[in-house]
């Protein structure tokens, strides 16, 4: 099994401001993606987060508004710019080996927009 | 029509009861996962299951690959039951996984 470690659990941001958002897990990882869980709703994929190159970013988000790192097979962040009262939502790191294997989440970043 | 579908969204229980938490989904998959989100935002990862019937503690799932379907059962149900449950498949042919709405369970003492 894995841990995965995110920080902050929360923060309140001024419009405008941006916030980079952390996961480190305790094991190597071969996938880790980044999800938005607005209120009352289930997870929406961001983006996949490619170890050594580029994510890989779902439709309706673009890497100028989530610039995502990678820089190892442990540890990856996510950045919400310039951000907007419509970014307040949860966003959530993910880790797992293959589509066989036993998804890992973290705890969750609660962010509000003010 | 979403590719995975729950039922029901929200489940209210006496504490002690059975409960029963349906998926449907309607692709090839390679697996299934069962998850729990507390109302703090974490997700823990209950099943992972790609046939039969696996089972932990007081949970259940069984999965019918045939039928495209899998349920959740929880025995013997108690108030740190109450969560969001969340079943996700993972495709074919994809390291991506497709979520379902959730259930929303409530369980009183």
């Known amino acids: 099994s894995a841990v995965i470690s995110q920080k902050p659990s929360r923060d309140i941001c001024q419009r405008g401001t941006s916030l980079t958002i952390q996961c480190q897990v305790d094991?190597?990882?071969?996938?880790m993606f980044w999800y938005r869980q607005q209120p009352g709703q289930s997870l929406t994929l961001i983006a996949t987060?490619?170890?050594?190159?580029?994510?890989?970013?779902e439709s309706g988000f673009v890497i100028d508004k989530f610039p995502i790192s990678r820089p190892n097979l442990t540890f990856s962040t996510l950045t919400v710019s310039n951000m907007s009262p419509e970014d307040s939502s949860i966003y959530l790191c993910?880790?797992?080996?293959?589509?066989?294997?036993?998804?890992?989440f973290g705890q969750g970043t609660r962010l509000t927009v003010v | 029509k979403n590719e995975v579908e729950q039922s029901p969204q929200n489940l209210t229980a006496q504490e002690g009861e059975f409960i029963t938490i349906n998926c449907s989904y309607s692709?090839?998959?390679?697996?299934l996962h069962w998850l729990q989100q507390h109302p703090g935002g974490g997700i823990v990862s209950l099943f992972m299951?790609?046939?039969g019937k696996k089972k932990h503690g007081r949970l259940i799932a069984t999965i019918n690959i045939q039928e495209k379907h899998s349920s959740l059962h929880i025995t013997a149900s108690h108030p740190r039951d109450s969560a969001v449950y969340i079943c996700?498949?993972?495709?074919?042919?994809?390291?991506?996984?497709?979520f379902g709405t959730g259930t929303r369970l409530q369980v009183f003492p």
């Open positions: 993910s880790a797992h080996g293959t589509a066989y294997t036993e998804a890992f």
């Open positions: 094991s190597q990882v071969t996938m």
């Open positions: 987060a490619n170890q050594g190159s580029e994510a890989t970013y």
């Open positions: 692709v090839g998959i390679s697996a």
């Open positions: 299951l790609s046939s």
């Open positions: 996700a498949v993972g495709p074919y042919n994809t390291d991506k996984l497709i």
